[in-house]
């Protein structure tokens, strides 16, 4: 049985600002620090840390579209974030390298305008959930050098997932893989 993250709830605590902690004010952040962001996920921890560690990987996603997207992402994809409208995961582990990002194979070949992809990431906190997937793709040769992140939207034709995971905690975080088929 799939038990969801409270969505309401997490949609309060972007109205305080908890979806951008470390984002800048001039892109709609709080503006704090990291070591801001860590008490303020210890605190929530002691509640629930199911929903104080996904709040993290979500605050994440948005410093990586703060820090390195352009005005285009900032416009279409933060502002959305930052109100948790949209929810976002990070998508790096895979079956057959786990979260060595140097040895991942999920391919991202460039076609045109955009990129077909292909491969499988595991265990992704918030798959089946989310509306946006930050994946680690490689786009380039065999070292990190080749790596890049594409953001990857959740109806996207060959975008599907993999069973839940049957965990030991963090239960109301749905988990599974995410397969990318020429997606």
């Not at 972007?14 to 004010?25: N, R, S």
């Not at 001039?26 to 002691?46: H, N, Q, V």
């Not at 992704?124 to 040769?141: E, P």
């Not at 993999?162 to 963090?170: A, T």
């Amino acid at each position: 049985q799939e038990k969801l993250l409270p969505v309401d709830v997490l949609k309060k605590a972007a109205e305080l600002g908890l979806a951008g902690i470390y984002i800048e004010e001039k892109l709609g952040g709080t503006g704090l620090g990291r070591l801001d962001a860590a008490l303020i996920f210890e605190e929530l921890s002691t509640a629930c840390p199911s929903t104080a560690a996904f709040l993290s990987i979500h605050n994440m996603a948005s410093w990586m579209i703060s820090k390195y997207g352009n005005k285009y992402h900032h416009d279409n994809i933060l502002k959305k974030l930052l109100t948790m409208e949209y929810i976002a995961s990070y998508c790096l582990t895979e079956p057959g390298s786990g979260s060595d990002a140097g040895s991942l194979s999920t391919i991202a070949r460039k076609e045109g305008d955009h990129y077909v992809i292909n491969g499988t990431k595991s265990f992704i906190s918030g798959a089946t959930l989310s509306d946006i997937y930050l994946t680690m793709v490689r786009t380039g040769d065999s070292n990190t050098d080749g790596i890049s992140c594409i953001a990857i939207e959740k109806n996207s034709e060959g975008l599907s997932f993999g069973k839940l995971e049957n965990k030991m905690g963090w239960n109301s975080q749905p988990t599974a893989q995410v397969i990318f088929e020429n997606c």
